[in-house]
């Protein structure tokens, strides 16, 4: 009687199953969800096939009962875990406006984690990189695992593989100008995903400011948020968030482009957080997920990337692979990355 009543709901669970992977399958971006969702399906259906067994094994109508309902929990708590990725609250610090592209490290508003950040900075992380690797191997929950050398990142369900991509890493290399030094790398070991964010705009940090200054053999200073001035007596001031020339004569002020560097006297000047002048839109692509301390998985504009260590410290990916990422992996799941 057990074993009729445990195939009768193995062939309805099928059915379900089957009924709503067809129904899902009308567009492409139903396509990408069903790999994830047939896992778990799939894996729920692993989980009846064992429960019915053991259910089965014992004989017992109330170990049956209790089964059904652990098994239904299960499956539940599934669902509304999926549902909740679409709620996930965000806050990005706001940033926007075009420029020549900088890259990748983009200031977020986010708290970091408590506990599991153990993130070591060297490159020459062989024993850490192995560490990271076995710990990845050894989880079963869903996660996200990245290998720099490989350039590829892979989401895994036990030991089940969802999503496979090619990423751009970082370039592994350090800059010295004007008396500062920047180490641009992917720190290998294990993160959280602290948050998401469409549309996401890049703040510069300094080094991009850096970056272009070397190439022009330009002069490297911050900006004030007061006057600062220049040799023909004129001035630079920031208002309403919007940096601007002001005439010595008249003191009439003109709002500087947004898209542009700001450079007088042979100096390139670095906009202050929270100006307009500091704000660059479409750098990140379509979708970002923050990882803490500056690093994200994004998209980006430059296709070619992709395969690449040209990065300065972020992981890129193909818009289709972090719109994947965005609407399958949860705030809070484990990155490995070795």
């Known amino acids: 009687m057990v074993l009729r009543r445990a195939a009768v709901l193995a ?9 709503a992977e067809s129904q899902s399958r009308r567009s492409r971006g139903a396509r990408l969800r069903n790999a994830y969702r047939d896992s778990v399906a799939a894996e729920s259906l692993r989980a009846v096939r064992d429960s019915i067994v053991r259910a089965a094994e014992r004989s017992s109508k109330s170990a049956w009962d209790d089964t059904l309902r652990a098994v239904r929990a299960q499956i ?11 709620s996930d609250s965000t806050r990005f610090t706001q940033v926007a406006r075009n420029r020549r592209p900088g ?3 983009a200031t977020a508003e986010f708290t970091e984690p408590a ?14 990189s192995q560490r990271t690797r076995a710990l990845a191997a050894k989880d079963r929950d869903l996660r996200i695992v990245i290998s720099i050398d490989d350039r590829e990142l892979w989401v895994v369900l036990r030991t089940d593989t969802l999503l496979t991509a090619s990423v751009a890493v970082s370039m592994d290399e350090s800059m010295t100008y004007a008396g500062r030094t920047w180490r641009f790398e992917t720190p290998s070991g294990l993160r959280r995903v602290l948050g998401k964010k469409g549309d996401p705009v890049w703040i510069p940090p ?42 010595k004569y008249d003191k009439e002020y003109e709002a500087l482009p947004l898209d542009e560097e700001i450079v007088f006297d042979g100096t390139l000047f670095i906009p ?32 070619a990337s992709i395969g690449t260590a040209v990065t300065h410290g972020c992981i890129r990916l193909h818009d ?5 990422l965005y609407d399958m992996i949860p705030v809070g799941a484990k990155v490995y990355i070795y």
């Open 76 to 86: 539940m708590s599934r669902a509304r875990s999926r549902q909740s990725t679409d």
């Open 272 to 303: 202050p957080m929270g100006t307009l002048n500091r704000r660059i839109e479409g750098e990140l692509g379509l979708h970002a997920l923050d990882l803490g301390s500056g690093y994200l998985l994004h998209g980006t504009p430059y296709k």
């Open 103 to 105: 890259d990748l490290t």
């Open 115 to 128: 506990a599991e950040s153990s993130v070591t900075p060297l490159r020459s992380r062989s024993a850490a």
């Open 320 to 324: 289709e692979d972090i719109e994947w």
């Open 11 to 19: 062939c309805a669970l099928l059915l379900v199953a089957q009924v």
């Open 206 to 247: 300094d080094w991009h400011y850096a970056e272009v200054a070397q190439r022009h053999s330009l002069k490297l200073a911050p900006l004030k948020a007061g006057r600062t001035p220049l040799s023909d007596g004129n001035w630079l001031e920031v208002r309403d968030s919007v940096i601007g020339l002001v005439d």
